[in-house]
């Protein structure tokens, strides 16, 4: 069974990845439309030049979105193994904590 450090190691180092990707894939598309606008108010050869390499820059962006959901699909499998694990090794305390979780959320609606 995978420790908190070790849980919480991986989730900031997913977490780390996910951003740069989503601010790598967010430069990407803003270039790519940059390309693009320009490109529509060219004609002729130059015009498809540029919007190839948009077309390009958005493939790009697209793979590393897919390549970061392949991510955080394997790390959501972990998590949830580790949680199946935990369940399985403690269910008394996992029983107990959900108790109080209920109770907690019928307390705070039965206020209202």
Do not use: C, F
């Amino acid at each position: 069974m995978l420790d908190t450090n070790t849980r919480t190691n991986g989730s900031a180092n997913l977490n780390g990845n996910v951003n740069a990707v989503q601010t790598d894939v967010k430069t990407l598309v803003k270039d790519a439309q940059t390309l693009l606008s320009a490109a529509a108010a060219l004609t002729g050869e130059k015009a498809e030049d540029m919007r190839a390499r948009g077309m390009e820059m958005l493939d790009v962006a697209l793979g590393k979105a897919s390549q970061v959901q392949g991510q955080a699909i394997v790390k959501g499998k972990e998590l949830a193994h580790t949680a199946d694990v935990y369940v399985k090794d403690n269910p008394w305390r996992t029983i107990a904590a959900a108790a109080s979780v209920g109770l907690l959320v019928g307390v705070i609606l039965g206020r209202k």
